[in-house]
């Protein structure tokens, strides 16, 4: 049974169901979250289909030209890493979806439906086994994302959207112009012929291959995004609608550093490594020039937005680190931060509900009216700054163990990283938690069990992770094995 | 058993566990849980020190992280040391827990207070039974969280917050130097575990300069966290959290933990003697200069907080200077009369509502348990013959004489002048002379609160006789006998060493006799003559100012400068590739003139291109 497609399509249920629907809140709330539901279910079958061993790819014929020269397939599959993120997705998905049922105020019907045209972007891009494929589903996510921001985001939502759609537009088109020259030359598009291809390298130039790397690292690289490409995803995190930026810190931003660590790393490993210690720069300058910037500003949003910077730094330190404790420290960091952002933003969504600000200077004592939300709140602060215990360890251990092999000096001045990423989080999570309440707020209330469900699913899976790794590099073992004779370690 | 040792670290776990689901229908029943689960883990705690006592050392573990080859455990180990920390504290959280429930019985959030008591003990427990470094850490970091939480417990006041703030960063700068170490460590002998370390150590696996390096980088994490210069700000500030959480965290365990990462990992240090002088000078140096802090200051918690910093200080000197058994000995009589003093300030300070010495006097006769038992805590902590501080800090001077560190033995003999003046002036200012307290009524605590303390004082004054050269040293026997790293020379010491520490001590007394309790010298004798020093030292040598204008402001600095390039750099060209695109734009726009002509040239140069480049490409686009 083709399972992976049946996932990547299953929202399509729920589209249509929505498409019928009279727009009744209750029942559009209701028919969008379960529309979550179903790939989520779905997922976790292929979850238990791959650890059973079973085959999960697919393969159709699909386009053909210049007399069968050139042959896309319709080809689909996934390795630990892939099958995670989509594990992320769904998850993330389906607790986004529920937010933004009790959030979003007007147009709840389109939005549901962007959303789940979004969903199956997400989902595409994690299983497409072909490059083309890839950029197609790449490219449905960016739309969905742009009246998602610019329709439903706060003041400055359109400014945000266009930012968003520009960046990405870049990188896309870079992506477009290097799949395409990528084709002409090997003649295919498919990711496992092109792995076979560069490894024997006979049939493309050196040049070519450093050029299709680099290409692929400022395509990649808007996504992270790495410093200085970052501003449209700050401009982001600020203005979107808190549902859409769960997802987009959760999900979207994972498809840069999956991206770098599939394609970049995984075609074009020599290469890759050739200029690791470029690469160890750019995630030297991302952890510091985030963490710095994130303790000077007066915006809970905008803090954890350079929180996300500065954090996916460590995903770069880890991949320039070119051995197992890096590349999966990076991918542990990029599954750690999808859960540990989203919680971030899932608090501050509901911080915002309630006092209506998130200006760093009007909020404060916040423990005292809503302790289960600043118990929450500080919690996922623990985590983002790395405690034991949570995921985020897990993951800044072992791409600074990498690091130190490689690159010491370069660890070395990352780990100011570390405690600059105690000293903004707890700035800003303190600031709002404890001390004096600033402004008192009229309905304040605590978390509701709905939103409960949430934060308490998503905080689960941190300190699962955290306490029992295992969970993780089981799934992950044979994808590492297949990464790293590409990078001759 | 000793397999079965994680047991120990789970009930408090469990405690915390409970608490934080349940705790809210419990209310004030919620002492009893913790205090439950805390008793059970002390009497594992006591059966398994027999146990190795009777046995041997054991341990057990499991693989926890795999990277490719690589293999991260764990699990549990008990050695003399680690079975003696777990006895020292499973026994002072035990009793903590039982005088939390006098003193913060008024508390409303009693639940969560006990709840975090939990996580604490479960950390704690959890680090000095950890088998490798990697697992040490995460202890290490997580009762770091323990005592952030605590510290914090009065969260709407600003001054906890920034107490608690400061606690956790300024430990992490620490920890950061630890983990550096551990990571260097791995990568030299191949493993986290403690026997492969010493082993590859012993070895000689690791270059000497890179060995110096991992030892001080290791160091550091202990410098943090047990409040050694220059990161030892946040320890007095910590004050701002309850005072059972002092007693417990801030003097007896965890600020302990440091002394105990450098004694877990003393083989490390020994082979490598640049190491062990940083260790002893630091040391040295903490303990004179926290001591002199401590003289002058007012705050009943803050007197014994730089004391604390004192003590530690006292315990790193003697493991630098070789004094194994020494330092650890001290940790442990430590961890008695510091808690003991705590717990008895803080029965003082629930009496009469204050924490100001001015405002306090003449509570012996009012409190009839509570007086007896500081007293023993300060003749203990003095150096009084015969009470278990005398014992303890006799072995470090023995070992810093024996090391060849005459200065540090004379510093060590300073301080302890220091300290018995500045515990004897403490006592005589609380206990004695007429009642400054705007309080007519003041009463004994309650009996939950007093038993602790009693049991604390009993320990605290006969603790020594476990390690004396005339009784035997049993204490010094066990601890070293059990490793083949572990070197151990009994110091059968000169006895005018012992006179002179004996000595000093009863000259420190008697100065704070004839200023405080005669009142036939001046007090204002310092601040009146060098008025210039009495400030330095008052205001703590300004090393908080010397941070906040330095450390921080630089660090805002580099913020606002990242903002600056933000805003003016990155944006500005940003805004140019939008202008130049906007600009290209509207040049196509304009070839959109709607003249022939101009269509007709465009597609004639398009064609031409494209026939160029399929020529020039070979036939590829």
Do not use: C
């Not at chain 2, 003139?593 to 070979?618: D, K, P, R």
């Amino acid at each position: 049974m083709d399972w992976l497609t049946l996932m990547i399509f299953s929202p399509l249920i729920g589209i249509l169901l929505l498409s019928v629907q009279s727009a009744e809140r209750k029942t559009v709330s209701l028919t969008g979250i379960l529309a979550t539901v179903l790939p989520l279910l779905l997922s976790l079958v292929i979850y238990t289909q791959f650890h059973g061993g079973g085959n999960l790819g697919v393969s159709h014929g699909w386009i053909s030209f210049g007399n069968g020269m050139f042959q896309v397939n319709y080809e689909l599959g996934i390795d630990g890493f892939s099958l995670l993120l989509i594990l992320l997705t769904t998850i993330v998905s389906t607790l986004s979806a529920s937010v933004a049922a009790a959030q979003i105020k007007q147009g709840l019907k389109a939005y549901f439906l962007w959303f789940l045209i979004l969903e199956i972007g997400m989902l595409g891009v994690f299983t497409a086994e072909n490059l083309i494929l890839f950029f197609i589903f790449f490219e449905i996510t960016l739309v969905p994302m742009f009246f998602l921001i610019g329709r439903w985001g706060f003041v400055e939502r359109e400014k945000a959207a266009y930012s968003f759609l520009i960046y990405n537009g870049l990188g896309s088109a870079i992506l477009l112009i290097l799949f395409a020259a990528i084709f002409a030359k090997t003649g295919t598009t498919n990711i496992e012929e092109l792995k076979a291809i560069m490894a024997s390298g006979e049939a493309v130039s050196e040049e070519f291959r450093y050029g299709s790397m680099l290409a692929l690292l400022v395509a990649f690289g808007v996504k992270l995004p790495i410093v200085p490409l970052h501003t449209w995803m700050v401009r982001v995190h600020v203005h979107a609608p808190i549902a859409v930026v769960m997802i987009h810190a959760g999900i979207l931003l994972k498809i840069g550093a999956y991206g770098l660590i599939n394609f970049g790393l995984g075609i074009f490993g020599d290469q890759f490594a050739k200029v690791a210690p470029f690469i160890a720069i750019l995630g030297l300058i991302n952890l510091l020039y985030g963490a710095f910037l994130a303790f000077v500003q007066n915006e809970l949003k905008s803090v954890f937005a350079y929180s996300s910077v500065s954090h996916m730094g460590i995903v770069l330190l880890g991949v320039a680190a070119m051995n197992e404790a890096g590349i999966q420290g990076a991918i542990f960091q990029t599954l750690s931060h999808g859960l540990i952002a989203a919680l971030l933003f899932l608090l501050v969504g509901i911080i915002h509900q309630r006092t209506h600000t998130t200006k760093l200077s009007s909020l404060g004592g916040l423990a005292k009216g809503m302790p289960l939300a600043a118990g929450f709140l500080l919690a996922a602060g623990m985590a983002s700054l790395g405690l034991p215990g949570m995921s985020g360890f897990v993951s800044e251990f072992m791409a600074f163990l990498g690091l130190f092999e490689t690159m010491p000096w370069m660890a070395a001045i990352g780990t100011l990283g570390i405690i600059m990423t105690a000293v903004y989080m707890l700035r800003a999570v303190l600031g709002v938690t404890y001390g004096k309440t600033i402004k008192s707020f009229t309905g304040m209330y605590d978390l509701t069990r709905i939103e409960m469900i949430p934060a308490a699913a998503l905080l689960a899976l941190i300190v699962l992770i955290g306490v029992y790794p295992a969970i993780i590099t089981h799934t992950l073992q044979l994808t590492l094995e297949s990464i790293m004779p590409g990078i001759g370690g | 058993m000793l397999e079965n040792a994680w047991l120990i670290p789970l009930f408090p776990l469990l405690s915390f566990l409970l608490l934080l689901f349940f705790g809210k229908q419990w209310k004030e029943k919620s002492s009893y849980v913790g205090i439950g689960f805390t008793g059970v883990s002390f009497l594992l705690s006591v059966i398994v020190l027999f146990t190795q006592i009777a046995n041997g050392s054991g341990g057990a573990d499991m693989v926890w992280l795999t990277i490719g080859q690589l293999e991260f455990r764990f699990g549990v180990i008990v050695t003399p040391l680690n079975a003696l920390m777990l006895v020292i504290v499973s026994l002072v959280s035990f009793l903590v827990h039982i005088y939390s429930k006098g003193y913060m019985h008024s508390d409303e959030r009693l639940t969560t207070f006990y709840s975090y008591l939990g996580l604490f003990t479960f950390a704690m427990l959890a680090l000095v039974i950890s088998p490798n470094l990697l697992q040490l850490y995460i202890f290490w970091e997580l009762v770091g969280v323990g005592s952030f939480l605590l510290i914090g417990f009065y969260f709407y006041k600003e001054e906890a917050k920034a107490a608690a703030k400061k606690a956790f960063v300024m430990t992490r700068i620490g920890d950061v130097g630890l983990l550096i170490g551990m990571i260097l460590l791995f990568w030299q002998v191949g493993s986290l575990e403690f026997n492969e370390i010493f082993a590859g150590v012993s070895g000689g696996e690791v270059p000497e300069g890179l060995l110096t390096l991992i030892a001080i980088l290791i160091f550091v994490g202990a410098v943090g966290k047990s409040g050694q210069f220059p990161l030892h700000t946040w320890l007095p500030d910590a004050m701002e959290g309850p005072t059972p959480v002092s007693a417990l965290i801030h003097a007896a365990t965890m600020v302990a933990a440091g002394v105990y990462l450098v004694a877990a990992l003393f083989p490390v240090f020994e082979a490598s003697p640049a190491a062990m002088t940083v260790v002893a000078v630091v040391g040295g140096f903490t303990a004179i200069f926290a001591a002199t802090i401590g003289l002058v200051q007012t705050d009943i918690k803050r007197v014994l907080a730089y004391s604390t910093v004192s003590q530690l200080g006292y315990m790193m000197m003697a493991l630098g200077a070789a004094g194994y058994v020494a330092g650890v000995f001290h940790l442990m009589t430590h961890a008695f009369f510091k808690a003991l003093l705590f717990l008895a300030a803080g029965s003082v300070i629930h009496a009469v509502h204050t924490q100001n010495i001015e405002k306090m006097g003449g509570l012996w006769t009012k409190m009839r348990i509570t007086g007896p038992v500081f007293l023993i805590g300060t003749l203990a902590i003095s150096g009084v013959p015969l009470f278990s501080g005398f014992f303890s800090k006799d072995e470090i001077l023995l070992a810093t004489w024996y090391d060849g560190r005459y200065g540090l033995f004379i510093i060590g003999l300073v301080a302890a002048f220091f300290t018995a003046f500045y515990m004897f002036r403490l006592f005589f200012m609380v206990f004695t002379g007429e009642n400054r307290s705007a309080l007519s009524e003041v009463r004994e605590s309650s009996r939950s609160m007093t038993i602790p303390m009693v049991v604390l004082a009993f320990l605290a004054a006969f603790a020594g006789y476990i390690n004396t050269p005339r009784f035997g040293t049993f204490l010094g026997d066990w601890l070293a006998g059990d490793s083949e790293f572990l070197p151990f020379e009994h110091h059968e010491g000169p006895v005018w060493v012992m006179l002179a520490a004996s000595l000093i001590a009863f000259a420190g007394i008697g100065l704070a006799y004839l200023i405080y309790y005669k009142k036939s010298l001046q007090r204002d004798f310092l601040s009146s003559h060098m008025p210039a020093t009495y400030t330095l030292v008052f205001n703590k040598y300004f090393i908080d100012e010397f941070y906040q204008y330095t450390v921080e402001y630089a660090a805002r600095a580099v913020g606002y400068l990242g903002s600056f390039i933000e805003k003016y750099i990155v944006e500005v060209i940003v805004a140019a590739v939008a202008g130049v695109t906007r600009a290209a734009g509207s040049l196509g726009s304009k070839l959109q003139s709607g003249q022939v002509q101009t269509y007709g040239a465009m597609a004639f140069i398009g064609l031409a291109i494209l026939v160029f480049l399929v020529v020039w490409t070979g036939g590829y686009l």
